[in-house]
């Protein structure tokens, strides 16, 4: 029985943490300067993306832009390829993904398909559609052993909390 409520406490707890993280991630990301919110973006993408743009996997990005919008937390940005992988502020790309943090982490620790979350509507391609088809295959290539020990083990403990306390669908 104490087990039973510590768990439904643990489960209450864990939801109300879940519904205010977006606030709080949005006010924090709205007193950061741009410069360095792409910055940021723009150095992680290049550690987790660096055996594909090496290989050549980004080719079709070249001189296209990819909008990224992280809905829950209003963070917007794009993605393109010069000589190298680059990220500006949000203007006009040529596809848009859009999708909710929490599906984010899904698809990155491979719980969640992005096909699934395209048909239920919870990611979201705007656009050029053939260009974000192939943006939406290539997330399900990234790897995250690319990213620092740190962040693999916040991600995919996160996917765990979240695929636990997903409503069954």
Request: contains cysteine.
């Amino acid at each position: 029985m104490a087990q039973a409520l510590s768990q439904q406490l643990s489960q209450h707890l864990a939801q109300k943490v879940l519904h205010f993280a977006p606030q709080v991630s949005r006010r924090s990301l709205s007193v950061m300067p741009e410069t360095l919110k792409i910055a940021a973006i723009n150095t992680l993408l290049n550690r987790v993306l660096a055996e594909q743009l090496q290989s050549g996997e980004l080719d079709f990005l070249k001189h296209k832009w990819v909008g990224i919008c992280v809905d829950d937390i209003g963070l917007r940005f794009e993605v393109g390829i010069a000589q190298q992988l680059q990220v500006r502020s949000f203007t006009q790309p040529d596809v848009t993904l859009s999708a909710n943090m929490p599906e984010l982490i899904l698809v990155a620790a491979g719980i969640e398909d992005p096909d699934t979350l395209f048909f239920q509507r919870k990611l979201r391609i705007e656009g050029d559609t053939e260009l974000g088809l192939q943006v939406k295959n290539l997330l399900l290539s990234i790897e995250l052993d690319n990213l620092p020990k740190p962040a693999q083990i916040g991600i995919e403990q996160l996917a765990k909390m979240l695929h636990m306390l997903r409503p069954s669908e």
